[in-house]
């Protein structure tokens, strides 16, 4: 099937200034949005670049050797980020993710790490801080991420096979070096929660349907009993990019199906309110639920749509608020950081952000009443931020 390529819908630029909010928000720890969500989790972008082209998330017939990317001086600096992050963490944030583009490519992000992890909750419990990579980098970075204080790592790796991993990250990388990554990652301990309890690194894998969803077994039985989690994540209409149609998407009920004809599973209870997976466990020979094999996870953003939920909010390189993955709009925190706001006002800000925050748009496409399909080509398309440039 041929990839249908949608012209990039720009949000970098077409953010309006922000202005006060007239009544100040206070940060209590106690912010919910118009849904009575509240504000658990902020996934930082720290570069628009990335070293592979993805289909699904940064096609190269878009982003190409002609492509422009932000200028260094247009990204927040780590100290900004920091700060930022700190007044998100009063708010109530228990969990800072480091993404993408592809997060090591930023220079000395282990600087960044450092400060982050310096970040004191208001009740002084332990703030997890992870990172989402594509591993390519990682056999050279993983020491130098754990010493900075990084608690633990997702890796994505959407095949075993050599062959279809190129056709996926189509810059003819190998999955070898991949693995190699991920073991090192393991080695330094980057599997630990912010308790101190290892909880296993997370292998990620974006499925789509005609293109690698036969890798799906492989890589269990690659990554069976050790102690890792596998997540596997439905084809997602992300952006406007890649082309996307519902035909592709593998559903996770099917995919469980598939799972279980070779595999004894068991579902488990989520970690925590707003868990993105559906988490299963792998017996033992004794029908007994075994945490060293390892366990998978699907995230069903299709098919089974988790709004009701979310508690995530994404911060985009140099600065914008986005409430949502699919969000057509975000707000700019940079100018009130280079406008010499205090973190009252700051805080304020994002406090009346998230309290108007109305997003579900997993939920309304379920309903009928978000994009819509015909006879597989996608029409009524509202014009979503890219994923590149806010992180998955």
């Known amino acids: 099937m041929s990839q249908r ?4 819908h720009d949000e970098r630029t077409s953010s309006p200034k922000l202005s006060l909010p007239g009544e100040a928000v206070q940060a209590s720890g106690l912010l919910r949005d118009l849904h009575h969500r509240p504000l658990r989790d902020l996934r930082i972008s720290v570069t628009d670049r990335c070293n592979f082209r993805c289909q699904y998330c940064m096609p190269k017939e878009v982003f190409d ?10 990204l927040l600096s780590f100290e900004e980020i920091a700060r930022l992050s700190q007044l998100f963490v009063n708010h109530g944030v228990k969990k800072l993710r480091l993404t993408g583009g592809e997060p090591l490519l930023r220079k000395n992000i282990e600087v960044l790490i450092a400060q982050l992890a310096q970040i004191k909750t208001p009740d002084a419990s332990p703030l997890d801080l992870t990172l989402t990579t594509n591993g390519s980098l990682l056999t050279k970075k993983a020491h130098a991420l ?21 056709i996926m990250n189509d810059v003819d990388y190998p999955v070898e070096d991949v693995l190699k990554g991920i073991q090192s990652a393991q080695d330094v301990g980057l599997g630990r929660d912010a308790l101190g309890h290892f909880s296993g690194l997370k292998i990620n894998m974006v499925v789509k349907r005609g293109t690698n ?5 492989p890589m269990l039985r690659h990554f069976y009993g050790k102690g890792m989690s596998l997540r596997f994540i439905e084809y997602m209409d992300v952006g406007s990019t890649n082309g996307w149609q519902m ?12 799972v279980g004809k070779e595999f004894d599973l068991q579902a488990l209870p989520s970690h925590s309110k707003g868990e ?12 007994q639920i075994d945490p060293a094999l390892g366990e998978i996870g699907v995230i069903s953003s299709v098919t089974q749509a988790f709004c009701a939920d979310c508690n995530r909010a994404r911060l985009s390189t140099e600065g914008k608020l986005f409430l949502c993955l699919f969000a057509n709009k975000g707000y700019d925190l940079k ?4 406008s010499n706001a205090s973190d009252e006002d700051i805080t304020s800000a994002i406090g009346h952000i998230w309290g108007l925050r109305d997003d579900r748009y997993s939920e309304l496409r379920a309903e009928g009443q978000g994009p819509l399909l015909d006879q597989g080509q996608t ?11 806010i992180g998955g």
């Not at 050797?65 to 247009?74: A, F, I, N, T, V």
């Open 5 to 8: 390529i949608i012209p990039l």
């Open 65 to 74: 050797s002609q492509y422009k990317y932000l200028p260094h001086s247009d």
């Open 146 to 166: 754990k010493q900075a204080g990084l608690n633990r790592i997702t890796v994505s790796l959407d095949a075993m096979r050599d062959d279809v991993f190129k």
């Open 213 to 217: 969803d036969q890798e799906i077994l």
């Open 247 to 258: 035909q592709e998407v593998l559903p996770s009920h099917e995919l469980i199906e598939r």
């Open 276 to 287: 993105t997976a559906q988490r299963y466990g792998f017996k033992n020979q004794w029908g």
């Open 335 to 338: 100018s009130l950081l280079r």
């Open 379 to 389: 029409v009524n398309v509202i014009k979503r931020v890219e994923m590149s440039y």
